[in-house]
T-cell receptor, first 113, second 108 residues
Framework: SQTIHQWPATLVQPVGSPLSLECTVE??????LYWYRQAAGRGLQLLFY??????ISSEVPQNLSASRPQDRQFILSSKKLLLSDSGFYLC????????????FGPGTRLLVL | RKEVEQDPGPFNVPEGATVAFNCTYS??????FFWYRQDCRKEPKLLMS?????NEDGRFTAQLNRASQYISLLIRDSKLSDSATYLC?????????WGAGTKLIIKP
């Protein structure tokens, strides 16, 4: 069966510091991968998605970036965090883009102070 | 108008009651619809897909009304464990658009 891992579970970072969140998927090949952010009381906002190694599409202009160095690894990064980057970051995978359902990792709760 | 809208609630419902909530969507070309459940401070988990003819899974019934562009979720014989936020998700071509969720609180 497929599993998706995210770490760390929680993170407190000062404004201006860098960020690196990692997501890995097991039990499937060539998944589509997604990074979402959920602000308190809000819906999920798609940040990035990837249909293959090195292929990243950005949905929202911001100071975040994403990379997919391996088939089942998806990394979310920032060089300098802003207060507004605080939120719940969720990684998800699906068999193929759009039509199929998405399955989520446990998420990383980020607080930027 | 938001692409996917939900009543945020909370819906406070006694245990054993039936509760229903809707979700409206703006893109008439949407083809796929889902309900996810999200517990407090946890990741969303798929509850059920919504099919054109409507579908049922135990105590949960999902329906789609294309003419009025909404989907609904009905929960019968509600349990305390049904307390959660229910997220409506609509496929808009190449990505899923998420509603902000409806919070449901089941009271003993």
């Amino acid at each position: 069966s497929q599993t998706i891992h995210q770490w760390p579970a929680t993170l407190v970072q000062p404004v201006g510091s860098p960020l690196s969140l990692e997501c890995t998927v097991e039990g499937t090949s060539n998944p589509n991968l997604y990074w979402y952010r959920q602000a308190a009381g809000r819906g999920l906002q798609l940040l990035f998605y990837s249909v293959g190694i090195g292929q990243i599409s950005s949905e929202v202009p911001q100071n975040l970036s994403a990379s997919r160095p391996q088939d089942r690894q998806f990394i979310l990064s920032s060089k300098k965090l802003l207060l507004s980057d605080s939120g719940f970051y969720l990684c998800a995978w699906s068999e193929w883009t759009g039509q199929e359902t998405q399955y989520f990792g446990p998420g990383t709760r980020l607080l930027v102070l | 108008r938001k692409e996917v809208e939900q009543d945020p609630g909370p819906f406070n419902v006694p245990e054993g009651a039936t509760v229903a909530f809707n979700c409206t969507y703006s893109n008439s070309a949407s083809q796929s619809f889902f309900w996810y459940r999200q517990d407090c401070r946890k990741e969303p988990k798929l509850l059920m897909s919504v099919y054109s003819s409507g579908n049922e899974d135990g105590r949960f019934t999902a329906q789609l009304n294309r003419a009025s562009q909404y989907i609904s979720l009905l929960i019968r014989d509600s349990k305390l464990s049904d307390s959660a936020t229910y997220l409506c998700v609509v496929n808009m071509g190449y990505q899923l658009i998420w509603g902000a969720g409806t919070k449901l609180i089941i009271k003993p």
